[in-house]
């Protein structure tokens, strides 16, 4: 290996580094914070911004942030606002959580499924809010596990009925 090649591989290590520490750091702003509502949609966004790298993809999945969500959306379920960007965070411009083993049992255990339809059905009339909630699910049903809660949760009539209400496509994958 040349010395132009050894460069390039440490400053492509370094910019990864970099963007796990930026990650790491999203979420740590979170942590023992999930009761206040305007820390946790600060995260979120956070999250969201630096979502499509696929990096931060792995990082945030990696640090918990299924969990931290599925958290925040439990402990706001009555705040709209922070359903909302938790949906968009989850997300994470369409990851493919079906290729991860461990993001798609996190999905499981976390009852993140159930979550995003209580979201649903709590503020059947936002609109955003439900689109956001049915693509976090398109999203995170990917796999069989959570296709199947989805089945099982009744899932499928939630989501159809949403769509029907607000008239925006979604993808499921079935």
């Given amino acids: 290996m040349d010395e132009d090649e050894n ?3 440490v400053n492509t290590q370094q910019i990864k580094d970099q963007k796990v520490a930026a ?7 979170g942590v023992g914070r999930i009761h206040d509502a305007q820390v946790m949609m600060e995260v979120f966004q956070g999250v969201v911004k630096n979502a499509s790298d ?3 993809q792995e990082t945030f999945i990696n640090e918990g942030l299924i969990t931290t ?3 925040a959306m439990q ?14 965070a989850i ?7 079906q290729y991860n083993p461990n993001a798609e049992a996190l999905i499981t255990t976390a009852m993140t499924v159930p979550t995003l339809l209580n979201c649903v059905k709590k503020f059947p009339d936002s609109a955003e809010l439900c689109k956001q909630a049915c693509r976090a699910l398109g999203v995170c049903c990917t796999g069989q596990l959570n296709r199947e809660l989805l089945v099982a949760e009744d899932g499928m009539s939630i989501v159809l ?13 079935f």
């Fill in 7 to 9: 460069d390039e591989q």
């Fill in 23 to 29: 990650a790491k750091l999203i979420l740590s702003k």
């Fill in 54 to 56: 696929e990096v931060f």
């Fill in 69 to 71: 969500a599925t958290d």
């Fill in 75 to 88: 402990t706001h379920a009555d705040n709209a606002a922070v359903l909302q960007v938790a949906c968009q």
């Fill in 91 to 97: 997300q994470l411009d369409n990851y493919k959580y």
């Fill in 161 to 173: 009925e949403c769509v029907q209400r607000h008239q925006f496509q979604t993808q499921l994958p």
